[in-house]
């Protein structure tokens, strides 16, 4: 069997929409199961999709790891696979990925993971946060060769998960390249293009801040805590890196889309500095 864990915060409709994709899925209903865990337990969750194998539950800890951890617990399948409620996995999503691990005999595989195409609110009128997720979202086969791999689309034997014990529920954010880093040093991150799960495009560009300010704390947390010249130095190499990347992007792409990307690089790295002057003062990382 294969157990679906899926963290929602506040998404009932987002999360509606994935269960319905899931209630789709070519793999038959009897070998997989569904756990929704709720990280925002004083909201009650409102499922509006039927005949699927569902476990909803809670997990009052704050962030998506620890709620993806709760979910590995309640778990009664020998793969675990992880999405995000704003996800839309392919029809066949289940199946090839257990197509996959039934020919990995030798059991090398510690991560299968693949594309994560993005989807927009109207594809002939892209916001300036969409014209800058389509140049920079969701690089999976590259993470893959490099030993990573991403939540949105993630399986792994639970044996393997349990092995290096789960997420660390202290993340915010990078908890995903935490893990998959550790597996990556015994096992084989693997890409396969038929394993596909679809994500909507940021169309605020508050969303695209707020992405950033999760992913400096994620980093802070994992390696910086007790390093804050070596965090100055990070947040200031980040700085360099968006800016350099608009200004490539000014002599590849139309005026339209290039000011848009500088336009959003810009509202990062302020973002970036305000995450940097909260976390050196002692706050807490952002959600």
């Not at 038959?28 to 476990?55: A, H, M, R, T, W």
């Not at 809670?58 to 998506?64: A, I, T, Y």
């Not at 993630?154 to 915010?172: A, C, D, K, M, Y």
């Amino acid at each position: 069997m294969i157990s679906v864990i899926i963290p929602t915060f506040q998404d009932n409709e987002r999360l509606n929409k994935c269960l319905q994709s899931l209630s789709s899925q070519s793999l038959e209903k009897s070998k997989f199961e569904v756990i929704v865990v709720n990280n925002y337990p004083s909201c009650e969750i409102n499922v509006q999709v039927d005949g699927l194998n569902l476990i909803v539950t809670s997990e009052g800890q704050q962030g998506s790891y620890a709620a993806r951890n709760k979910g590995i617990e309640k778990s009664k399948g020998e793969i675990l696979a992880f999405t995000d409620a704003d996800c839309l996995p392919d029809k066949n999503w289940l199946l090839k990925a257990k197509e996959f691990f039934d020919r990995d005999l030798k059991r090398e595989i510690g991560v299968l993971t693949g594309p994560i195409p993005l989807f927009f609110k109207d594809p002939k009128k892209l916001s300036p946060s969409e014209i800058y997720e389509k140049y920079t979202a969701f690089k999976t086969e590259q993470y893959a060769k490099d030993g990573f791999a991403i939540t949105a689309n993630w399986f792994s034997r639970t044996s393997v998960i349990q092995e290096f014990g789960g997420f660390n529920s202290e993340l915010r954010s990078n908890g995903d390249t935490d893990l998959s880093g550790k597996i990556s040093g015994k096992y084989k991150v693997v890409f396969s293009p038929e394993v596909k799960v679809y994500h909507p495009a940021r169309y605020q560009s508050k969303e695209l801040v707020d992405k950033y300010r999760r992913v400096i704390g994620g980093t802070y947390t994992r390696r910086f805590k007790e390093n804050k010249k070596g965090f100055r130095k990070y947040i200031l190499d980040f700085f360099v890196r968006r800016y350099r990347f608009a200004l490539k992007k000014i002599v590849t792409l139309s005026p339209n889309e290039s000011f848009a990307i500088l336009s959003i690089c810009h509202e990062i790295n302020k973002g970036a500095l305000q995450e940097y002057f909260h976390l050196v003062g002692g706050g807490e990382p952002k959600r």
